[in-house]
């Protein structure tokens, strides 16, 4: 089975980036943790992308948007043909949007 290359939407790697600097501010032990924890969830997507359950903030969605949660982040994901597009990550303290 071939891996399925991994994109990030602009605005979900930005909100990523200054998330994890926050939490660097108080703990860059943490930071560090959660960066690679989610990191390495998201890269275990290439070769799994069904292994989540459909987004159920996504309107009108297929079943291809999927989403996950951890350590209080919520990474929603489009598996299209052959890539997976990350396509916004919140922390979960946030009011849920549909999109």
Do not use: C
Not at 45 to 63: F, M, Q, T
Request: proline share 4%; charged share 35%; net charge positive.
């Amino acid at each position: 089975m071939k891996k399925k290359k991994i994109h990030w939407d602009k605005q979900a790697i930005n909100y990523f980036r200054e998330a994890i600097k926050y939490i660097r501010k108080d703990s860059p032990q943490n930071a560090e943790k959660v960066k690679k924890d989610v990191l390495e969830k998201i890269s275990e997507l290439s070769k799994r992308p069904e292994i989540h359950a459909p987004d159920k903030y996504k309107v009108n969605n297929a079943g291809n948007y999927r989403a996950f949660e951890l350590h209080r982040f919520r990474v929603g994901y489009l598996v299209k043909g052959n890539e997976i597009i990350i396509a916004r990550v919140r922390n979960t303290n946030q009011e849920p949007l549909e999109y």
